[in-house]
């Protein structure tokens, strides 16, 4: 069955490029600015759906504080009213034409390396600016054919210290203090940062304090017990095992003191890598995990 064609004002719709939370994804041409762009449309129907308009509100407010080209921008926000109330919420973003780190596959050693080198760059940039990501995970990583990323959606941002009332995050990725509903901090990003590292590395996921459920729905009550990357694939390099699990603490101020301390580290253990294939002038310098 062909789909309704979606008419909005002010766009040229090319084609839907994906869904989201209650809310669709476009390909569209702003007729105004004749640039293409990246449009979300949500609609509101029913009661739930108050939440992803709060979300998407958010995302626009914090995106247009930041400017860095690992942070996806958002340029516009149409709001239509019906009888006071908004109805319908239309947010165009820059369009990026990436995978998401989930589904990019296995990557070497080095391009992850170089992947969260990127990413912690940008989280820096946030904290600098006084605000908190609160979400990053595998989904909301892009990487294109270019080796440039970008990171996405800022629905659950927050100014730095902000306690939220209601527990917001992934529950592979979440931190403690996310889950506690404690104080928000740059540190925050870091066990988001680390959860996400420790899976792109391993495939697994850090045992978090989201209650888990087994194959049949029921709850478990014992968390799966966290084991170091190098324990698991004993050619993940022992110092980036240790900053993994040094990311993934459970008390913000057990973990590195800030993005600046991980690019470092990260940047010697790029240097390393790439000397050494350099060095030998053979792939198994950068070995694919």
Same mark, same amino acid.
């Given at each position: ?5 979606? =008419? ?8 839907r ?13 702003d ?5 293409? #762009?990246?449009?979300?449309?949500? #609609?509101?129907?029913? *009661?739930?759906d108050?939440?992803?308009f709060?979300?998407? %509100? #958010? %995302? ?11 942070l996806?921008? @958002?340029?516009? !926000?149409?709001?239509k009213r019906?009888?006071?109330? &908004?109805?319908? +919420?239309?947010?165009?973003?820059e369009?990026?034409?990436?995978q998401?780190l ?8 080095g391009?992850v390396?170089?992947v969260?080198? !990127? ?11 006084g605000?908190?990501? @609160? ?17 996405? =959606?800022?629905?659950?941002? @927050?100014?730095?210290?902000? #306690? ?6 992934? /529950?592979?990725?979440? $931190? ?7 104080h +928000? ?14 899976w792109? +590395? ?5 045992? &978090? ?13 014992? /968390? *799966? ?8 694939y004993k050619?993940? /390099? ?8 040094? @990311?993934v603490?459970?008390?913000?101020? =057990?973990?590195?003191?800030?993005m600046?301390?991980?690019? $470092?580290q +990260?940047?010697? !253990? ?10 030998t002038?053979a792939?198994a310098?950068?070995? &694919?995990?």
């Amino acid at each position: 069955m062909a789909q309704t064609p979606i =008419d909005i004002d002010g766009f040229s719709i090319i084609k839907r490029i994906g869904t989201g939370a209650r809310s669709v994804i476009y390909m569209a041409q702003d007729e105004e600015s004749r640039q293409t #762009v990246a449009l979300k449309r949500a #609609v509101f129907e029913s *009661p739930e759906d108050q939440r992803i308009f709060e979300q998407m %509100e #958010v %995302e626009y407010q914090v995106a247009n504080q930041l400017d860095h080209p690992y942070l996806r921008k @958002c340029y516009k !926000m149409i709001r239509k009213r019906k009888f006071m109330r &908004t109805q319908e +919420l239309v947010m165009t973003m820059e369009l990026f034409d990436g995978q998401s780190l989930e589904d990019l596959g296995r990557l070497s050693l080095g391009d992850v390396l170089l992947v969260f080198r !990127m990413v912690a760059s940008a989280l820096n940039a946030m904290h600098q600016k006084g605000y908190v990501h @609160c979400d990053i995970k595998p989904n909301n990583i892009l990487f294109n054919k270019a080796g440039a990323i970008k990171i996405i =959606d800022f629905g659950q941002s @927050c100014r730095i210290g902000h #306690v939220k009332k209601r527990i917001q995050g992934t /529950p592979e990725y979440i $931190a403690p203090e996310q889950v506690r509903r404690e104080h +928000l901090s740059h540190r925050t990003d870091i066990f988001n940062l680390g959860a996400t590292l420790y899976w792109a +590395l391993t495939g697994r996921h850090v045992p &978090t304090l989201i209650q888990r459920t087994n194959e049949f729905g029921l709850s478990v009550a014992e /968390p *799966p017990e966290f084991k170091a990357p190098h324990e698991i694939y004993k050619k993940i /390099p022992l110092e980036l095992s240790e900053l993994v699990s040094h @990311c993934v603490q459970d008390k913000p101020a =057990d973990r590195p003191s800030n993005m600046s301390e991980i690019i $470092a580290q +990260l940047d010697m !253990m790029i240097r390393e890598i790439f000397q050494s294939r350099l060095t030998t002038n053979a792939p198994a310098g950068n070995p &694919t995990l």
